[in-house]
């Protein structure tokens, strides 16, 4: 993962560099760092364990001087501990060339080992020291020689920026597999990691393209392939505005995010479906190739493996499309069936997720057609896929995922309906009353986040239990998943999601007075089942959380704590069961003292695989 961000031009490199990290925190955030050039010249390089706000500490106290150029950092620990050692920027022994790298050197251990004969030593336990130190080993006088020899010894990831005290001129960058993009400026220009980092400094950008390296100056670009032909990069003018994400009076932008859902999906509603009409814009897959799919496959990874899960049940049941769902990590590596009548769907928030990218390469390979549901506009995936269904979620900030997910499954029911009326699945009386319940769902979730103090009382009455356990059926299977992936990335209580018939086959184990089993057990054709399943918990001497349909006389005598929701058709209960399980979640994670926000060993957007 990690974020990276370059400048060269002539006003102070420094506070620009920072600002922009800090739009890349997303990406990682277990140190930074910076290196500039001073007059002499000399690199100055400053380094900070934690957030970019100990880096802009520890400027203060020891700041750098005015530079013209300079390289930044944020980082994600891969290969050794988040600390001061391993924060980039690295540099060689001689501190003449500075590397800030995102992404993996999977032959960084024999490297390392050959550079060591050549005499140079090692102060990280990174992978990515070994890039400056091979640029430096490589280095006769030529900066662009010296990166063209050392990118091809390197196997894996990379996206590189590189400077040299002896080049106070000259900005290299190159990439392959992970992302990187040059930002032409008047008179400067920069490199960074994506597009948001910079937006507020220029429009115009270069997507660098696997196996280029750029080397910029402040009036001039030039691209290259690894291979040193000269390419003319295609210059895209950047349309989209970020929204400024400010906690509007919350304690957390989870907390926000959560209370924006209404928003989100009253929005998504207005501009899909405008007076009950369906407006697909972006799909650009056509009703022909619709009809004669014989299957769709969902990659995902995370909160949006778990929509595509719900995404499963619901075109399975609108269209009756045989529907499949992979985690992206396994699907790229597992000789997927796929061909020209399989569509993929690629489900990501931010776009950027390796894995998930990868899936989609690798599928498009083999013939398919790529849609993705995307929330972040102009990302990688957006850019790669045949057609892009954005979500406008806005941003979000907070790393457990809560307004993109259901924003996803709102996507999910939108594609529902258009696969079923094009595929004529079901009648159009249902189609009728399904637009009019979804339409009907922004003014339900308003009543429930007002059930939020209720809510924060059951969750601080359960915050003591050491392990979580949240049974599911059916469509409300995966909303399980989700809300035990939410709770153990924020409170770091270990939770486990299960198909409640899965329960008997081991993780009944787990039960005794010392457990809290949250049940999903709504008014459906599988609540009996369900009660069954409490029934069982409670003989062991498990605590019950029940989320069930307003209105259950009967749940009350089998739970120990019950939140209702309002009653609505099965098929779409997931939009509203997953709503009290993000603010259990929130308020253990609060009651506990987490960092909500930017929990640990986390980051927003998983850019290595
Ligand atoms: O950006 P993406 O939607 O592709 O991210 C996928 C996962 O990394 C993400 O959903 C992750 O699981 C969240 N932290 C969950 O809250």
Not at 215 to 227: C, G, N, Y
Request: glycine letters at 6%; a positive charge; aromatic letters at 6%.
């Amino acid at each position: 993962m990690c974020g990276i961000i370059g400048y060269i031009g002539s006003r102070d490199a420094t506070p620009i560099l920072l600002e922009s990290l800090k739009k890349l925190e997303y990406r990682g955030y277990d140190s930074s760092g910076v290196a500039v050039l001073d007059h002499h010249p000399h690199l100055i390089v400053r380094k900070s364990k934690g957030k970019i706000k100990n880096l802009e500490e520890l400027l203060c106290t020891k700041p750098v001087p005015f530079s013209n150029l300079g390289v930044s950092h944020t980082r994600w620990a891969t290969h050794g501990l988040p600390c001061d050692e391993n924060a980039h920027p690295h540099t060689d022994n001689a501190h003449r060339i500075a590397v800030v790298h995102n992404g993996i050197i999977e032959n960084y251990a024999q490297l390392k080992e050959k550079l060591k004969r050549q005499d140079c030593h090692f102060v990280s336990q990174t992978d990515t020291e070994v890039i400056a130190h091979l640029i430096s080993v490589l280095y006769k006088g030529d900066l662009k020689t010296a990166v063209y020899k050392a990118i091809a010894q390197l196997k894996g990831a990379f996206a590189i920026g590189v400077i040299s005290k002896d080049h106070p001129d000259l900005l290299v960058a190159a990439r392959v597999g992970s992302p990187l993009i040059i930002g032409l400026g008047d008179k400067e220009n920069y490199i960074a990691s994506d597009v948001p980092a910079i937006l507020d400094r220029t429009r115009r950008v270069i997507y660098l393209k696997d196996g280029q390296v750029a080397f910029l100056s402040k009036d001039k670009v030039e691209v290259f392939t690894f291979e040193g032909k000269k390419v003319t990069p295609k210059i895209d003018t950047v349309s989209f505005s970020i929204g400024s994400a400010q906690k509007d009076g919350y304690d957390h932008f989870m907390l926000k995010e959560i209370h924006e859902q209404p928003q989100v999906l009253s929005a998504m509603l207005k501009y899909r479906l405008p007076k009950g009409k369906l407006k697909l814009e972006g799909l650009t897959v056509s009703d022909e190739i619709l009809n004669s799919i014989k299957k769709i496959t969902i990659v995902a990874c995370g909160t949006a493996y778990h929509a595509g899960l719900v995404g499963k049940y619901i075109i399975e049941d609108m269209a009756r499309l045989m529907t499949e769902v992979d985690t992206s990590s396994e699907f790229r590596y597992r000789k997927p069936i796929v061909d020209k009548n399989t569509l993929i769907i690629a489900v990501s928030q931010s776009g950027e997720t390796a894995d998930t990218l990868a899936a989609v390469r690798e599928a498009k390979a083999q013939g398919a057609k790529v849609v993705s549901i995307c929330n972040v506009i102009g990302s990688s995936l957006a850019r790669e896929s045949d057609g892009v269904l954005y979500t406008h979620a806005g941003p979000e900030i907070g790393v457990a995922s809560t307004k993109a997910y259901t924003a996803q499954l709102m996507m999910f029911y939108l594609l529902g309906l258009k696969l079923a009326h094009t595929r004529h699945a079901v009648t159009p009386a249902r189609l009728k009353r399904l637009v009019k319940d979804l339409q009907n769902i922004p003014y339900l979730y308003k009543g429930l986040l007002k059930k939020r103090s209720m809510i924060l009382k059951i969750a601080e009455a359960n915050s003591h239990f050491g392990c979580f356990l949240y049974l599911g059926r059916n469509i409300n299977y995966p909303t399980a998943l989700e809300g035990a992936l939410k709770l153990k990335e924020i409170s770091y209580i270990p939770a486990e999601g299960y198909a409640a018939g899965e329960m008997k086959h081991g993780p009944i184990a787990l039960i005794d007075e010392y457990r809290a089993v949250v049940c999903v057990a709504l008014q459906s054709h599988v609540y009996e089942k369900m009660i069954s399943n409490i029934q069982e918990i409670r003989a062991r001497k498990g605590n019950v959380i029940a989320i069930a349909t307003e209105g259950d006389k009967e749940i009350a005598h089998h739970a120990h704590y019950v939140i209702d929701i309002p009653a609505v058709e099965e098929l779409l209960t997931p939009l509203l069961a997953i709503i009290p399980l993000q603010l259990i979640a929130y308020y253990i994670a609060v009651k506990r003292g987490n960092d909500v926000d930017q929990p640990r060993n986390l980051a927003k957007s998983v850019t290595v695989e």
